[in-house]
């Protein structure tokens, strides 16, 4: 077997990192709109209910606190 890793393999892997560092910020209680700008640079068009942001059972804080 080869050791080398193809393009798929990185996918995947760069893929599951992205999603563990996604969780890990919504888990903190930062806001939907605070983490999409974090992660992409800008805010996505959609809303994404706050109950489905964390998969690990916390919920991202849809409410901005100043």
């Known amino acids: 077997m080869n ?5 798929e393999t ?8 992205f999603a563990n560092l996604s969780e890990q910020i919504l888990c903190t209680g930062a806001s939907v709109d ?3 700008e ?3 640079g800008w805010q996505l068009p959609g809303k ?3 109950r489905f942001a964390c998969l690990t059972g916390g919920v991202a804080n849809a409410t ?3």
């Open 34 to 36: 605070d983490a999409e």
């Open 38 to 40: 974090l992660l992409f």
């Open 64 to 66: 901005v606190r100043v």
């Open 48 to 50: 994404l209910p706050s």
């Open 3 to 7: 050791g080398e890793l193809n393009e």
């Open 10 to 17: 990185m996918f995947w892997i760069r893929l599951a990192a």
